[in-house]
């Protein structure tokens, strides 16, 4: 035998659902903005480090890295 799940159960579970999924969301992009940051201060500071020229990294993906 199924338990019938109310019209109220079924918006309770969507909702949360849906509150998870945007906080994971929002921890995600900030998590990846503070990575990119210290990549380019890393770049600023060691790779390059040429007085008085500056860098600016404008893409980074881990995916494809040998």
Do not use: C, W
């Amino acid at each position: 035998m199924r338990r019938e799940v109310s019209k109220q159960q079924q918006l309770t579970r969507l909702g949360i659902a849906f509150v998870v999924f945007l906080l994971s969301s929002i921890y995600y992009y900030h998590r990846d903005e503070a990575q990119a940051e210290s990549i380019n201060a890393m770049f600023n500071d060691t790779v390059f480090g040429i007085p008085n020229v500056s860098t600016k990294l404008n893409f980074y993906s881990d995916e494809f890295l040998f």
